[in-house]
Structures are given as C-alpha cells and as structure tokens.
C-alpha cells in the first residue's frame, strides 16, 4: 500500500491550508484514516481520524478549526487547516488502517506557521 501526501507549506498565523493523502489501499478494507503530527523534539500525535462509518475524532488542541474528510471515489484523505497558530507547526503524516489491523504511513509534508 502505498500513500502519497500533498500539500503543506508556509503560512502565517491565522491563515488556512489544506493537505491531502492519496493511498492505493481498496476501498472496503479501509478501516480508519487519519492524520499525525509531530513538532522537533515531540513525539508524534494524532490531530485528527475519521472511520470507514465517517466518525471524526480530533485532537483537543485542534477542535473546531481543522477538518478531516474523504473521498473514497479518489481514495483521499484531506485535512483542512484554519486559524492557524505558530504551535500547529509540524510534519504531518497520513496514516490508512486497514481492517486487518495493518497500519500504512505517508512520507510526511511540512507545514510551518509563522507569528
């Protein structure tokens, strides 16, 4: 299973940004899809999960400004970032569970907010 993740960049705080995930896996075996992060010298967390059933989980750190959706027509995983803050910056990794249990990771995008 492959994953492909896009997006990411550089913002300054309070501005939006969206990262998507492309994964190979088929469609019915998809469990969970979510999406990590991790800041230097952090471990890596989760930010936000959504089920094959389309239950949303998300960090508290992160409620009611990111938005985790997909697109099982493209096989796609999008995160959709505002009101930014310098403390959101991180390499964010995609992550596909499969039904089996066997979890895949993405290779990782950047994104850095700016003060």
């Known amino acids: 299973v492959q994953l492909q993740a896009s997006g990411g960049g550089l913002v300054q705080a309070g501005e939006s940004l969206r990262v998507s995930c492309a994964h190979s896996?088929?469609?019915?075996?998809?469990?969970?899809m979510g999406w990590y992060r991790q800041a230097p010298g952090k471990e890596r967390e989760l930010v936000a999960s959504i089920t094959r059933g389309g239950t949303t989980n998300y960090a508290d750190s992160v409620k009611g400004r990111f938005t985790i959706s997909r697109d099982n027509t493209k096989n796609t995983v999008s995160l959709e970032m505002n009101s930014l803050k310098p403390e959101d910056t991180a390499v964010y990794y995609c992550?596909?569970?499969?039904?089996?249990?066997?979890?895949?990771w993405g290779q990782g995008t950047q994104v850095t907010v700016s003060s």
């Open positions: 896996m088929s469609t019915w075996e998809v469990n969970v």
């Open positions: 992550n596909v569970r499969s039904i089996y249990g066997t979890g895949f």
